[in-house]
């Protein structure tokens, strides 16, 4: 099982931004750990991580015969971006919205998602362990 993880704008700046919300792994330490676990569950993962809405666009068109799922943290896009709402109603694999960040918690603008009602569900406030979860639905899905 191939499982698609894309990683929204700014999260290249994990370690670097607002650590007290974010926490102090990089991307690279989060996407190892991320990888480690999968390994356990005999999950492949691909990482993807951009800061453009129009990549991540193509990416999720360009994912529907390559993987079983994808896992999404549109980051900022998730409270805004209609465009890739869109882009994942367009397919049909299954799919899960996570945040590291308890985005409920937060500013109001924070509290709205585009997104998550086009995916199976939404993961959000448990920082690594939202990409943890999100590997065991679909680790579920498959048996
Ligand atoms: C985030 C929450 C978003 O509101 C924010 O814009 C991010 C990260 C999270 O993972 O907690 O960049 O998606």
Known sequence: MKILIIHGPNLNMLGLREKSIYGENTLEDLNRKIQLYADTLSIEVDFFQSNSESDIIEKIHASENIYYGLIINPAAYTHYSIAIRDALSSISLPKLE?????????????????????????????????????????HLLKK
């Not at 997104?115 to 943890?132: E, F, R």
């Open 98 to 138: 996570v945040h590291l960040s308890n985005i409920h918690a937060r500013e109001d603008f924070r509290k709205k998602s585009f997104t998550a009602a086009v995916c199976d569900g939404q993961i959000s406030g448990l920082g690594l362990n939202s990409y943890i979860l999100a590997l065991h639905y679909f």
